[in-house]
């Protein structure tokens, strides 16, 4: 099993490893003339997100063949004495689920897990990114020739898949934990097969070279690599194959001490990008205000002097040690990154179900998790939040990382979507249509009940609906539902949305695209938008598997 990354916690003091620099040393990286930055890609300006796609269950199809990564025993199911996680995911949006040996959930249904080799399970996940505009993925990669290799190279394919479907990017993160012959096998692995990725129009670029990242050079433990030189081979091997190297590197590796060898700022200086390791280091708001005047502050300055690209980490923090307080933690995090002048964001983790730090759709409450589990949900503080809450403050982030919204400390996501004055900008509103069929009109879209719903004329896509919102107002999120009823059987519409100031002269926000109406999730579909003025939001369906004609129970606006 790989080793955890958040196992070495730093116990010296804040400001002792700034205490080891010489004065001349720190006024040097901070006065120095800076190296223009890399301009705007796919890692440059964005928000990556790590992506573990570690996940499999007994009856999956993966050759690994046992509960990989959801219990310490993966020859048998996970249960509250045989556990690997800390955090208990919402699975309603997955069609396949494996029972475990928990007991029932709170709410009285089975304690199912997914699989990360179901490929729905790999395009649900990336669907989540689309919606909540996260730019890229980074595939983590541990040593690929024991014996979890063949399922890690057929979940790099899954990857590509889900990220070309959902108009997401990737790239291969090679994680060196453990792999004590990495020297060689790390370059014959990308030349045999992972470079093969690099094909795909989904592959990350930057500065038009595609992206290869490694986690792990420099650390101060014997489970990663102590020799520098072979280090920088390998950072200066995947530049010589025209590749931009990302280096996850020690939280100190500016003043190689604490958490990071001595010896290396060689290797450091020789990426491309360098991202710091945070989880395990702070806990809360005050630690990365304390991190951010300490380290993120002359990190920068450091880059920006020798030209390499700075993408910090940022954590939601563990769900079991109570860290997330309702998303002020994390917001600060974003906030104090942005005005530091970083690059780009590395969140830290998507689907981190092991160490509790995933942003991915998690148990909001005790009805959600097993009974008797000890696990804890997303409202461990008293604060009620939303299962996809962390996905939406990750949008926000991004949206701040990118100039769309003022550098602001104030976290502006509510935890519960319709809280904090969220209001649906459609309910009651005027309604158009291309036509509908008996007495399913475009007004039972707006009506406030999903049970009633729009029909267009059988057999002639494509059809639209339009709601007029009254006047121009910022347009950040449209939902989108059917009937919930299980007699509504899922389905898929192909869809887009369209937004217009005058009615007239529509700009397509989002789509076409494939939207899954589905019952295990209140056939509910969520679209995030790019934040538009618009008076008037309209929905052109193209498809629909599940009758020959476009549907619409309830049409919902939001700002964000």
């Known amino acids: 099993m790989p080793f955890s990354r958040r ?38 300006g964005k928000i990556t997100v790590g992506y573990q796609g570690w996940f499999a269950c007994p009856g999956d199809g993966a050759p690994i063949n046992g509960w990989w990564h959801w219990s310490q025993n993966w020859s048998q199911a996970p249960s509250p004495g045989n556990t690997a996680i800390v955090a208990w995911p919402d699975i309603r949006e997955f069609t396949h689920a494996y029972p475990t040996a928990y007991g029932n959930l709170g709410n009285g249904q089975p304690a199912t897990l997914f699989s990360s080799y179901d490929q729905q399970t790999v395009d649900t996940h990336f669907r989540w990114m689309r919606d909540n505009e996260i730019d890229t993925a980074a595939l983590q990669r541990f040593n690929p020739n024991g014996g979890e290799g063949a399922t890690r190279d057929a979940m790099a394919a899954k990857v590509r898949s889900a990220a070309e479907a959902n108009g997401r990017k990737f790239y291969v993160m090679y994680d060196v934990s453990g792999w004590t012959n990495f020297h060689p096998e790390i370059k014959a692995d990308w030349t045999t097969k992972m470079s093969a990725l690099t094909a795909s129009s989904a592959y990350a670029r930057q500065n038009g070279k595609p992206v290869v990242g490694i986690w792990g050079f420099g650390f101060n433990e014997d489970k990663h690599p102590s020799d520098p030189a072979a280090c920088l081979d390998v950072v200066n091997w995947f530049k010589a194959q025209g590749c931009y190297v990302m280096g996850g590197v020690p939280t100190y590796w500016r003043t190689g001490v604490e958490d990071c060898r001595p010896g290396f700022i060689d290797v450091f200086n020789a990426l491309n990008m360098l991202s710091p390791w945070m989880v395990g280091r702070i806990g809360n708001a005050a630690d990365s205000d304390r991190f951010h005047t300490d380290l993120n502050v002359p990190d920068q300055a450091y880059c920006d002097a020798h030209g390499i690209d700075y993408q910090p980490c940022v954590l939601p923090g563990d769900v079991k040690s109570r860290q997330r307080a309702h998303g002020d933690f994390m917001w600060r995090q974003f906030y104090n990154m942005v005005r530091a002048g970083a690059q780009g964001i590395y969140i830290s983790m998507f689907d981190e179900f092991n160490e509790g730090n995933q942003i991915a759709k998690t148990a909001e409450n005790a009805s959600m998790i097993p009974v008797g589990s000890g696990l804890l949900g997303l409202d461990e503080d008293g604060t009620v939040c939303s299962s996809d809450y962390y996905l939406r403050l990750t949008r926000d982030g991004g949206r701040m990382l990118r100039g769309q919204i003022a550098l602001t400390s104030v976290r502006p996501t509510p935890p519960v979507v319709n809280g904090g004055g969220d209001a649906d900008l459609a309910r009651g509103k005027a309604t158009s249509e291309s036509g509908h069929t008996q ?21 002639a896509f494509p059809q639209w609906i339009q709601v007029d919102l009254g006047a121009a107002a910022t347009v950040g999120r449209v939902v989108l539902k059917l009937p919930p009823a299980t007699a509504w059987e899922r389905r898929t519409q192909t869809l887009s949305v369209q937004a217009s100031t005058n009615g007239s002269s529509f700009t397509t926000l989002a789509g076409p695209g494939g939207y899954t109406f589905d019952p295990a999730s209140g056939n509910t579909v969520t679209i995030t938008v790019p934040p538009s003025s618009a008076r008037y939001v309209r929905i052109t369906v193209t498809g629909n598997t599940g009758w020959p004609a476009a549907q619409i129970g309830e049409l919902e606006v939001y700002s964000g």
């Not at 116990?11 to 002792?16: E, K, P, T």
Request: glycine share 10%.
């Open 7 to 44: 196992t070495f916690i730093t116990s010296v003091v804040s400001g002792s490893a700034l205490a080891a620099v010489s004065s001349s040393q720190l006024v040097s990286a901070l006065t120095a003339a800076a190296s223009a930055a890399s301009g705007p890609g796919d890692v440059v």
């Open 439 to 459: 007495n399913y009109g475009s007004g039972n879209a707006v009506d406030g009940d999903a049970n009633t719903y729009w029909e267009s004329p059988n057999n």
